[in-house]
Nanobody, 124 residues
Framework: QLQASGGGLVQAGGSLRLSCAAS????????MGWFRQAPGKERILVAA????????VYADSVKGRFIISRDNAKNTMSLQMDNLRPEDTAVYYC???????????????????WGQGTQVTVSS
C-alpha cells in the first residue's frame, strides 16, 4: 500500500530525493513519516508531517539538511536529502498512521502502514 523509491549510492555532500506513493486516498488524512534503519541499529524517525503540511518534525541529525513534503492530492510524500553524510547510510522506510499527537510521532507504534524500504548509501 506504500511504495518507496529514490534510494541509491551517492557521495558525501550529494543529494537524493526519496518518494513514497500511497495506494489509497485515505492515507492523505494520516500523518506521514520517514524512518531509517542502519545495520545493527534501531529504526528511528527521520521526519514526519501531519496532513496540513505544517510544523514538520525532524530528527536533530537531519535538521537543516532534509526536507519532508507531501502532496495530498497525489497521495505522495517526499524526502529531499541534501548534504548527505556517510552516517545517513541506512534503509529508509515511509510510513503512515492516524496519530494526531506530535509527541508520539517518533514512535513506530504511531504508524500502521509501512513501505518496503529503500537503501541509501553515502560514500565518504
Amino acid at each position: 500500500q506504500l511504495q518507496a523509491s529514490g534510494g541509491g549510492l551517492v557521495q558525501a555532500g550529494g543529494s537524493l530525493r526519496l518518494s513514497c506513493a500511497a495506494s489509497t486516498p485515505t492515507f492523505s488524512r494520516y500523518v506521514m513519516g520517514w524512518f531509517r534503519q542502519a545495520p545493527g541499529k534501531e529504526r528511528i524517525l527521520v521526519a514526519a508531517l501531519f496532513r496540513t503540511g505544517y510544523s514538520p518534525v525532524y530528527a536533530d541529525s537531519v535538521k537543516g539538511r532534509f526536507i519532508i513534503s507531501r502532496d495530498n492530492a497525489k497521495n505522495t510524500m517526499s524526502l529531499q536529502m541534501d548534504n548527505l553524510r556517510p552516517e545517513d547510510t541506512a534503509v529508509y522506510y515511509c510510513a503512515v498512521g492516524p496519530s494526531v499527537i506530535r509527541s508520539t510521532l517518533a514512535s513506530q507504534n504511531a504508524y500502521r502502514h509501512w513501505g518496503q524500504g529503500t537503501q541509501v548509501t553515502v560514500s565518504s
